[in-house]
């Protein structure tokens, strides 16, 4: 099958990308977007081009490493899946493809299609862990903890921190990534002894490092590859609020 | 033999560890602030290290290849992580957790250490859930177990498909504290491309910048490498596709001894390959096997739509060879037979390298609700990667390359042959002898890091309370770095015409067929002449475009294709030596008159931990022999 | 305090309350503005006298302004950020599936303040004396608008707009707050699609009354 790439193409963080297209003729419908990709790279490489340069490790949705937006979609037109999991198969014959990284000002294009999204690991720095060291803590059953919190604290803490909700939201805010973290926290006993430091410290992080603001468009949850609902951010509201009153 | 003292303290074993931490040399807390260690690495086992030593007061340098340190591969693990907690009142306990691991492992892993695994996995469950870590629970509020793997009893914690990545979460808010607090300083981007040692010790890494491409110089009193295993050697694996063991082999070309190499555990059902440019193969979780039944058609070449081939086509060889056990034999047991029925060539698909996984029965036995309510997200995986819905037709499965038993040599305090050089989790050889169970890797990586090591490298940095911040500027550092830089240099001046991938995948098929999951003497050597001859070729033809001092993804690549080229010589040499067949290693030689493996305990009940004597230049082995004073060594049968 | 104020959060909840506040006077002036469909003049002017000499409304008064006023500047301060937080646009079009409304917050609320211009000319910057009219006949000055066709669309347009506006507005305010609930919130919703649709349609319907009663 024939597709015609438009990638986005950035040498390094300080050059000026530009947008360059491929016919590229080599995908078939049972390889992934990745492999499509891998496949074009051998092309530029035997041509003794630079390939594109794109992040994925895991390639299985877990580790969330890749991560690019395609035709106007973060991860593609599918939901619910990470771009490792995008099938060719989506795509038609001789289809246009237009291939940009994520763009928001806290996640810096560091080349091609990679950007760097070490704003997250600053905001999980700020406060995203519970305070107990190695050794100190107590049998596991000694708390014992509400099945369906237990479970809505997983819903919550399955995020990958890809970074596709800041990529899908219009104002690149990352209230859904910051509110699943939160959230898992919140609905455990162990975490809520630091609950209010932790939120306000996230937040604050947040906001320092340039994301936009919340506007409850939905289009984070639209895309999570994981599924995360925007419940999170309204607990994630409600637990600031309180942190701030008292 | 001199090398190799694995320093068991002497006692009954339920309390070897015990007198190891009431005796072993302290580090006092004002010491330890003036100490620093190098963590390379981030799965569970290097997030848990680095975040328990820096609760310790050591300052802390952390290493990892990703963007992230969230994202190392320890991610993937998905059914569960095993402790003795014996919650289900089903007599579980420390020794029965030991005993199954040292049986599973085919009597090839070293009984003390073993034991201490299973004495601090409790541990490491109270740990995980006081971090937050959200474990599945009954309606009680209590954690929830199930069984896995086969055993008798249930001690498998777990968070849905995704304990891996939860676990690791876990770690990584721990590792997240001590950054907060200054104590961990985080290098994400960053490879290790050797070792320093000064004075007979390790004392730094030079690694390269991956964004920038710089080559970096850091120094520390100690050096603990938490690099995983080797399995992509095999290019296609179900492992991360640029997991590597690149860091553990530069130590190891430093004098580290590598033992048991030939020891990698293939799991049968995995997703097969779809096309020629995929890049990994992603795992189907064991448990499918409780209720699909593998065949493959009767007739060699039968391209009927696997539902129009009648029962009396098919040939369901597991339940045809192994009556007792059937679809649910051991892995290696069925990923051997679905390799001798593909090679025999009656595998499905385009390829041939594939085996039906068929749900049918089970669906008209038990109904489709039954099915969706047990595998749905399997299912459902399944089929956005492949397109075709394994309610509607037989799931295609293959084994892959998932997990390497075999690592750095090292003794009880997990210190490599090299003198403060550390190896924690997968990287390791220690627990898992010649076959690791399920749910038992998570345990073993995390028991490493959070509870062993903080313990074990007090005892050697005892020693080093005196000794000032290493500086970089020695000749030693010089030295290394210039060896790292002269080997990009080398890399990148090839020009050739071939692409790094493109012989990671010629070298993946020569070990796959020649040691991968069954192995002889004859397709063994003539892997190792492959293997030299594709090893000369890479250095004359591989092409990597780029420069050095830039993010080049396929310059990466190639460091770590070319340090497979040795590993891979490594793994035959052992693979040639151990002529028994044990756990995941078959030697075709040495097998029972039904196909089974048969062990040969009287000549190799013994570590193999192989010397490097220097390019293309003969192994030396030397032996540690595996004694069992608590456990009586039997054949491990299933039948 | 001044971080309360300051955090993004912080000024979504404000955003969220004022939001509310004026939704609940919209619907007081919905119920003000039937007084104008009586053909006598007398509960409309009386109604308007109250509401300009009542202390308590005067307190009210000052409180709406002010909400008026902070809800638009935070409003706007709020979307400069998030400009400013994506300073290279995607070359593509979003393709995400959300609701059309939340897309154009801005600039329906940019029309809805013109709107608010205009009418505060007309009518409230009378009554403040800041424009000059008659303050004791605010129902002959309304029937006297709505006789200019040009006028009846500008506010038929304005509240279509605002009603664009309410439609997100209603539910995303309840989502800031924190009332988010997998049994409650589709209650919620369906009570903001009403609300934004029957209150600017009252709001027009009166002024078209008006426009073919005279």
């Excluded at chain 3, 300009?52 to 005067?58: G, R």
Aim: charged fraction near 20%; hydrophobic fraction near 40%.
């Amino acid at each position: 099958m024939k597709v015609k790439l438009k990638i986005w193409r950035q040498k390094n963080a300080v050059s000026k990308g530009k947008f360059v297209t491929y016919d590229f003729d080599g995908a078939s419908p049972e390889m992934s977007f990745l492999e499509m990709l891998d496949a074009l790279n051998t092309t530029l490489i035997q041509k003794g081009d630079n390939p594109v340069a794109f992040d994925s490790d895991c390639r299985e949705g877990i580790c969330g490493a890749c991560g690019m937006y395609i035709n106007g979609y973060p991860n593609g037109p599918v939901k619910g899946i990470t771009t490792c999991h995008l099938s060719m198969r989506y795509f038609k014959d001789g289809q246009t493809i237009v291939v940009e990284p994520w763009r928001a000002k806290a996640f810096p294009v560091v080349k091609d299609l990679i950007v760097d999204r070490m704003a997250f690991d600053k905001i999980q720095t700020a406060g995203g862990f519970i305070s107990t060291n190695v050794g100190s803590a107590p049998d596991a059953h000694a708390i014992p903890v509400n099945k369906s919190k237990a479970d809505d604290a997983f819903d919550s803490s399955i995020c990958i921190g890809c970074g596709t909700c800041v990529a899908a939201c219009k104002n690149a805010s990352a209230m859904l990534f910051v509110s699943a973290k939160v959230s898992q926290y919140a609905l455990f006993p162990q975490g809520k002894i630091e609950a209010k430091e932790r939120v306000k410290a996230m937040i604050q992080t947040m906001d320092e490092l340039g994301f936009g603001n919340c506007t409850n468009t939905g289009a984070c949850e639209a895309q999570c590859p994981k599924n995360i609902s925007i419940i999170n951010i309204a607990r994630l509201n409600r637990e600031y609020f309180s942190a701030k009153i008292n | 033999m001199t090398k190799l003292n694995s320093k068991i303290p002497d006692g009954p074993l339920a309390e070897k560890w015990t007198k190891f931490k009431a005796t072993t040399r302290l580090v006092n807390p004002a010491n330890k602030k003036k100490l620093e260690i190098i963590v390379v690495g981030t799965g569970l086992a290097g997030a848990s290290a680095a975040s328990a030593l820096g609760e310790l007061g050591y300052n802390v340098k952390n290493f990892c290849y990703q963007d992230t340190p969230r994202r190392a591969h320890s991610v993937a693990a998905q059914g569960g992580i095993n402790a003795a907690k014996n919650y289900k009142n089903d007599g579980d306990s420390v020794y029965r957790l030991f005993y199954d691991m040292v049986k599973g492992g085919d009597y090839r892993s070293r009984e003390a250490n073993v034991y201490r695994t299973a004495e601090v996995s409790n541990d490491v469950i109270d740990h995980y859930t006081a971090l937050g870590v959200p474990f599945a629970r009954d309606y009680g509020g209590n954690l929830d177990n199930r069984s896995f793997g086969g055993v008798q009893v249930s001690r498998t914690f777990y968070a849905k498909g995704q304990t891996g990545q939860q676990c690791l979460l876990g770690a990584y808010s721990s590792l997240n504290r001590q950054i907060s607090k200054g104590k961990v300083t985080m290098y994400s981007r960053r490879e290790m491309l050797e070792l320093v040692i000064i004075d007979g010790k390790a004392r730094g890494i030079i690694t390269r910048n991956l964004v920038s491409g710089e080559i970096e110089r850091h120094s520390a009193h100690a050096v603990v490498l938490a690099t995983g295993g080797y399995g992509t050697i095999y290019y296609l694996s179900t492992l991360a596709v640029n997991s590597n063991p690149s860091a553990a082999w530069k130590a190891h070309k430093k004098g580290a001894l590598f033992a048991n190499p030939s020891f990698v555990q293939i799991h049968p059902t995995s997703i097969p390959q779809l096309n020629d440019y995929q890049a990994k193969l992603t795992l189907m979780s064991e448990s499918l096997r409780n209720d699909g039944r593998i065949w493959v058609p009767k007739t060699k070449g039968d391209k009927r739509h696997p539902n129009e081939i009648p029962e009396e086509d098919r040939d369901y060889y597991l339940e045809r060879r192994y009556p007792a056990f059937g679809n649910l034999v051991p892995r290696d047991v069925a990923s051997r037979a679905a390799k001798e029925r593909c090679d025999a060539g009656y595998g499905v698909s385009e390829t041939g390298l594939a085996v039906n996984l068929d749900f049918r029965d089970a669906i008209n036995k038990q109904g489709k609700k039954a099915i969706e309510n047990k595998y749905g997200n399997l299912f459902e995986m399944y089929e956005t990667i492949t397109g075709t819905s394994p309610y509607e037709e037989p799931m295609r499965i293959y084994p892959a390359g998932h997990y390497t038993m075999g690592g750095l040599w090292v003794d009880y305090e997990l210190m490599t042959t090299i003198p403060g050089l550390y190896a924690i989790g997968e990287s390791n050889f220690s627990d898992h002898g010649a076959n690791r169970l399920g749910a038992s890797s998570l345990m073993q990586t995390s028991g490493d890091g959070y509870f062993i090591l903080p313990y074990t490298i007090g005892n050697y940095l005892a020693d080093d309370i005196r000794t000032p911040i290493i500086p970089t500027d020695t000749k030693e550092f010089d030295d290394a770095e210039k060896e790292v830089k002269d080997r990009l240099e080398k890399l990148i001046s090839i020009k050739g015409k071939q692409t790094v991938t493109s012989f990671h995948r010629r070298l993946g098929k020569i070990m796959w067929n020649h040691a991968g999951m069954s192995r002889n003497e004859q397709g063994l050597k003539e892997a190792l002449q492959m293997v030299k001859e594709l090893k000369e070729e890479f250095w004359n033809d591989v092409m990597i475009p780029g420069e050095l001092e830039e993010l080049n993804q396929e310059l990466e690549k190639a460091g770590r294709v070319a340090d497979y080229f040795d590993v891979a010589r490594l793994m035959i040499t052992d693979a040639l030596n151990r002529t028994e067949s044990c756990g995941a290693h078959f030697r075709e030689e040495s097998q029972t008159e039904d196909g089974e493996a048969k062990r040969d305990d009287a000549n190799f009940m013994y570590v193999a931990a192989w010397e490097y004597t220097g390019e293309n230049k003969e192994y030396k082995l030397h032996k540690e022999a595996l004694i069992y004073e608590n456990i009586e060594v039997k054949v491990r049968s299933y039948k | 305090m001044s971080s309360f104020l300051g955090s993004s959060v912080s000024k979504k909840f404000v955003m969220a309350i004022f939001g509310l506040f004026l939704i609940v006077f919209l619907l007081v002036h919905l119920g003000l503005n039937l007084f104008l469909l009586s053909d006598n003049p007398e509960p409309f002017n009386k109604a308007a006298h109250f509401m300009a000499s009542n202390p308590i409304v005067k307190v009210f008064e000052i409180v709406l302004m002010g909400g008026f006023l902070i809800h638009m500047l935070w409003g706007i301060i709020l979307q400069i950020q998030n400009w400013i937080a994506r300073p290279v646009q995607y070359k593509q079009m979003a393709q995400t599936q959300i609701s059309f409304f939340s897309k154009y917050m801005i600039y329906t609320g940019g029309i809805i303040i013109i709107f608010l211009l205009i009418h505060f000319t007309n009518f409230y910057f009378v009554k403040l004396g800041l424009v000059e009219g008659d303050h004791e006949n605010f129902y002959g000055m309304a029937h006297e608008l709505f006789t200019i066709p040009a006028y009846l669309i500008f506010y038929l347009f304005s509240f279509l707009i605002l009603s664009f506006h309410l439609n997100h507005a209603f539910q995303s305010a309840f989502q800031t707050l924190g009332l988010n609930h997998n049994s409650y919130t589709p209650t919620i919703k369906f009570i903001g699609l009403l609300y934004s649709i029957l209150v600017p349609a009252g709001f027009a319907i009166i002024a078209i009354l008006l426009y073919f009663s005279n």
